[in-house]
C-alpha cells in the first residue's frame, strides 16, 4: 500500500529541484545553499511531521524575502529579483506543514520559476526541464484530486500504476499541443522576455577604439561572439569584419565620420552566403564575412566603407543573411578623399618618422612603397604576444625596435602609422579572424579570443585591399594558426551542434521562419498527384480538421509585401519561359539576366536592387516599371 500524501511529498521534492535546475548558476551566494538545503529538509520534516518554522514565522520570512528583493528591481533588471522572490517563497512552503492547497501553491510556483528562468537564460536545458516539469506537476495534480478527498487514502501499487498512467497521458498532450501552438501562432520580432527583462549583453573582445601600449598584458575572452552557418572557408578567408577606425585622437585611434566618395564596387572571387546568429552585445556592430556585398534579413544602415551598424541595440537573439565575395578587393569608382585616410598620429617618433621617409623616397611608385613597408615588417623578426608588451607614448617605437613583441593592434596600429607617413592611404578595420568550425552543424563558432585587427590600404587604381601585417609575425602560424585547426572535438561538436539547432529552431523562430514551412506545405499539398476518396469517418474528420488547421495558418500569416510578389512572379515567368528552374537558391538577379542576355532581367535587376540595396521599399513608380518588364519576360 502506498499513501497518496508521501507520494505528493516527494514529488513536491521533485518539482521544486527541476524549477531550480537553470536557475541555479544565478542564484544569490546565501541563498543558493538555503535552497539545495530545503529540498531534503522538507522532506524530512514531512516525513517526521515536526517543521522548523511556525506559520506566524513562515509569514514573516517569505514578506521579508519578497520586499528585499522588490527593492532589487529595476528597469534593466526585473526577471532575477522576481524569481529570487519566488524562489524565497518555495523555500518557506517546503519547510511549513502542507495541505491541498499548499501542494497546489509549491505546483504553481515551480511553473513560474522556470518561466521566469527564460528571462533569464534560454538555453537548451531549458526544453528538459520544461517537459520534466510538466510531467511532474501534472502527475501531481491527479494525485492532488484524489488526496482531497481522503487525506489519509492509501493505494495498492497495480491501482497506484493505472493512475499513473492516467496521468501521464495529459502532459504528452498537452506538450504535442504546446509544439503545435509554437509553430502556428503569429510571432513578433520582440518577444515578451526583452520587454521584461533584456537579454544579457556579453563584454565583447571587439574594442571600439585602439591605442597599443595601455596594457602590458592582455587576457582573452572565450565567451561566444557569433555562429556563421555556411560553407568551409580557406584560412586566409575567414576575416569577419565589423567597424572601421580611420583618425588618430590623443594617441588612440577612433571613427571619424569618413568623406563621401564614389560608389565601391566588390571584385573578386564567386559570393557565398553565410546565415549569421550574434551574441547579444552592448554594440550594434553586424559581422560580415569580408568582403560583404548584401546583408538583409535586418534592419541596418551600411556605411561607405562596408559598415553595417543595426539600426536598434542587439540586445537578443536573431539571425541575419550575408552575401560575401571573401579575399575580393573594393574598387571606388569615382573619387577618394585620400588626404583623409594620410593623416598621422600626432606623436610619432623621430626613428619611425625617418623610416616612413625613407620608404617614402624610394620611389613615386606606390606600390613598390607596399612592397618595401611588407618586406621591413618581415625582416623585423616581430613576435605575435599577449604579455610583456611595450607600453608608455612610444610604444610602437619600442614595438617595432626594441621588445619586438606585440598582439594585432601593435602590428596593425605600426603598420598605418608608417604607411601613412609614406603616403599610402590607409585605416584600420576591426573584426575577427578564425572561428572553430563544425561539420556537423555546418557552421563557424567565433569566440572573443577571435577579435582581431588589421589594415587595408588605398591602391593607386583606387583599390582597397586587406593587408594583415599579423601575418608576418615570426610565430604567425603558432598564434593566430591555431585559430584555423578546428580544435572543437568530437563531443564538443556534438554540444554545440544540439545548443545551435536550438537557438536556430526556438530562440530566433520568427515569422519569416514560419511562412516557409507553411509554405512549403502548401506546397507538398499541391503535388499530391491523387486524391483518394475517404473510406470511412475516420478519414472524414481528418480531413476536417486538416482543412481547420489550415483555416487558421492561413489567417495567421501576413500578405507577403510587394518586393516578394514580384520575386516570385519573376521567378515564375522564367520558368514558364525557359522551362527550367532558372533562378537557383543563392543566384542573383544580375547574374540570371547577364547568363540569359535578357535586357528586361537585367532592367529588373537595376530597379529591383536600386530599392533594396538601400534598404527601402518600392516605390509605385518603381512597382509599375517592374510590372510592365515582367509582361515583356
Known amino acids: 500500500m502506498v499513501r497518496i500524501k508521501r507520494l505528493l511529498d516527494i514529488l513536491s521534492g521533485v518539482v521544486a529541484l527541476l524549477c531550480m535546475g537553470p536557475i541555479l548558476a544565478y542564484l544569490d551566494r546565501p541563498l543558493l545553499p538555503v535552497a539545495l538545503l530545503a529540498i531534503p529538509l522538507g522532506f524530512w520534516c514531512d516525513r517526521r511531521e515536526h517543521y522548523p518554522l511556525p506559520t506566524w514565522l513562515a509569514t514573516l520570512v517569505a514578506l521579508a524575502g519578497m520586499a528585499f528583493y522588490a527593492v532589487q528591481i529595476t528597469r534593466a533588471e526585473v526577471a532575477i529579483p522576481v524569481v529570487h522572490a519566488m524562489v524565497v517563497l518555495m523555500i518557506v512552503r517546503l519547510l511549513t506543514p502542507k495541505e491541498g492547497r499548499d501542494y497546489l501553491q509549491i505546483f504553481v510556483l515551480a511553473l513560474f520559476i522556470l518561466a521566469g ?52 497521458i495529459l502532459p504528452a498532450v498537452s506538450l504535442l499541443l504546446m509544439m503545435a501552438f509554437f509553430v502556428v501562432l503569429p510571432r513578433t520580432s520582440h518577444p515578451l522576455w526583452n520587454f521584461l527583462n533584456p537579454a544579457a549583453k556579453g563584454k565583447v573582445g571587439l574594442a571600439e577604439t585602439v591605442q597599443p601600449g595601455s596594457f602590458a598584458q592582455i587576457s582573452t575572452v572565450k565567451a561566444l561572439a557569433f555562429r556563421a552557418e555556411g560553407p568551409e572557408l580557406a584560412p586566409r578567408d575567414r576575416y569577419w569584419r565589423a567597424l572601421v577606425l580611420n583618425q588618430s585622437e590623443q594617441g588612440r585611434w577612433v571613427r571619424k565620420k569618413p568623406p563621401v566618395e564614389g560608389n565601391g564596387q566588390v571584385e573578386g572571387p564567386a559570393t557565398v552566403i553565410f546565415m549569421i546568429y550574434p551574441e547579444p552585445r552592448t554594440d550594434r556592430y553586424l559581422m560580415t564575412l569580408d568582403r560583404p ?45 585620400r588626404e583623409f585616410y594620410l593623416k598621422p598620429p600626432e606623436h610619432v617618433s623621430p626613428r619611425i618618422r625617418q ?59 605600426a603598420y598605418i602609422t608608417l604607411a601613412r607617413l609614406a603616403g599610402i592611404p590607409s585605416r584600420l578595420v576591426g573584426g575577427y579572424y578564425g572561428g572553430d568550425y563544425n561539420p556537423l552543424g555546418g557552421y563557424y563558432l567565433v569566440t572573443e579570443e577571435a577579435a582581431h585587427l588589421w589594415v587595408e590600404i588605398l591602391t593607386a587604381d583606387n583599390r582597397w585591399q586587406r593587408i594583415d601585417p599579423s601575418q608576418w609575425a615570426i610565430n604567425a602560424e603558432t598564434t593566430l594558426g591555431m585559430r584555423d585547426q578546428g580544435q572543437l572535438n568530437a563531443l564538443r561538436q556534438l554540444a554545440d551542434s544540439l545548443n545551435y539547432h536550438w537557438v536556430q529552431a526556438v530562440v530566433v523562430f520568427d515569422l519569416q521562419q514560419q511562412i516557409s514551412i507553411f509554405r512549403e506545405a502548401g506546397t507538398r499539398l499541391r503535388n499530391l498527384r491523387s486524391v483518394r476518396a475517404p473510406e470511412d469517418w475516420r478519414e472524414i474528420t481528418g480531413a ?16 507577403k ?32 539576366g547577364e547568363q540569359l542576355d535578357n535586357e528586361e532581367c537585367r532592367q529588373f535587376a537595376r530597379i529591383y536592387y536600386g530599392a533594396i540595396f538601400r534598404d527601402r521599399v518600392l516605390t509605385m513608380q518603381e512597382f509599375t516599371e517592374l510590372k510592365g518588364l515582367l509582361k515583356k519576360i
Open 561 to 592: 509585401s510587394k518586393e516578394a510578389r514580384l520575386l516570385e512572379e519573376f521567378r515564375r515567368r522564367l520558368k514558364k519561359r525557359y522551362g527550367y528552374e532558372v533562378m537557383l537558391p543563392g543566384s542573383g538577379l544580375v547574374e540570371i
Open 544 to 559: 476536417v480538421l486538416g482543412g481547420a488547421i489550415l483555416v487558421v495558418v492561413v489567417f495567421s500569416l501576413r500578405r
Open 355 to 413: 623610416l616612413a621617409t625613407e620608404i617614402r623616397n624610394q620611389s613615386e611608385d606606390l606600390s613598390v612603397r607596399i612592397n618595401t613597408l611588407a618586406d621591413f615588417f618581415r625582416n623585423q623578426e616581430l613576435s605575435y604576444a599577449l604579455d610583456d608588451l611595450p607600453s608608455g607614448p612610444d610604444a610602437i617605437d619600442s614595438f617595432l625596435f626594441e621588445k619586438k613583441r606585440g598582439y594585432c593592434e601593435f602590428f596593425a596600429s
Open 293 to 337: 556585398i548584401l546583408v538583409s534579413g535586418v534592419r541596418k544602415e551600411q556605411t561607405v566603407d562596408q559598415m553595417f551598424v543595426a539600426r536598434s541595440a542587439i540586445n537578443r537573439r536573431f539571425r541575419f543573411e550575408v552575401r560575401a565575395s571573401p579575399g575580393a578587393s573594393l574598387r571606388v569608382a569615382g573619387k577618394v578623399d
Open 117 to 168: 528562468s527564460s528571462l533569464i537564460h534560454l538555453g537548451i536545458g531549458f526544453a528538459l526541464y520544461l517537459v520534466l516539469l510538466v510531467f511532474g506537476v501534472i502527475l501531481g495534480l491527479v494525485l492532488l484530486t484524489v488526496y482531497v478527498t481522503d487525506k489519509n487514502m492509501t493505494m495498492t501499487r497495480p491501482d497506484l500504476k493505472k493512475l499513473v498512467k492516467i496521468g501521464l
